[in-house]
Nanobody
Framework: VQLQASGGGWVQAGGSLRLSCAAS????????MAWFRQTPGKEREFVAA???????RYADSVKGRFIISRDNGKNTAFLQMNSLKPEDTADYYC??????????????????WGQGTQVTVSS
């Protein structure tokens, strides 16, 4: 299984970015996808998760600003990030597992990870 995250970059506060996560080697059409983020010296933090037939879940800090979505035909998940704030600055990681789990917010729940893509939001 491989997850390839991309789309990070530098943006001013209030701007938008869209992250992508291209997946291979798993049944993408039924696999839940999630996004986490991490800053130096801190634990990996839940951002968003989506499962087939389930309402997306978001961290309170991004609710109303970020949107998780997927294109099953392209085996790709997305994280649309709007109204970005300096505190959103982090390395962002996509993750997956074979079936949905109630502890979707816990990074230990995921078996597969993409490499990080860096997001920097300047004030």
């Amino acid at each position: 299984v491989q997850l390839q995250a991309s789309g990070g970059g530098w943006v001013q506060a209030g701007g938008s970015l869209r992250l992508s996560c291209a997946a291979s080697g798993l049944s993408f059409g039924v696999s839940p996808m999630a996004w986490f983020r991490q800053t130096p010296g801190k634990e990996r933090e839940f951002v968003a998760a989506g499962g087939i037939g389930r309402a997306p879940r978001y961290a309170d800090s991004v609710k109303g600003r970020f949107i998780i979505s997927r294109d099953n035909g392209k085996n790709t998940a997305f994280l649309q990030m709007n109204s970005l704030k300096p505190e959103d600055t982090a390395d962002y990681y996509c993750a997956s597992r074979r079936v949905w789990i109630t502890t979707y917010h816990n990074p230990k729940s995921y078996d597969y990870w993409g490499q990080g893509t860096q997001v920097t939001v300047s004030s």
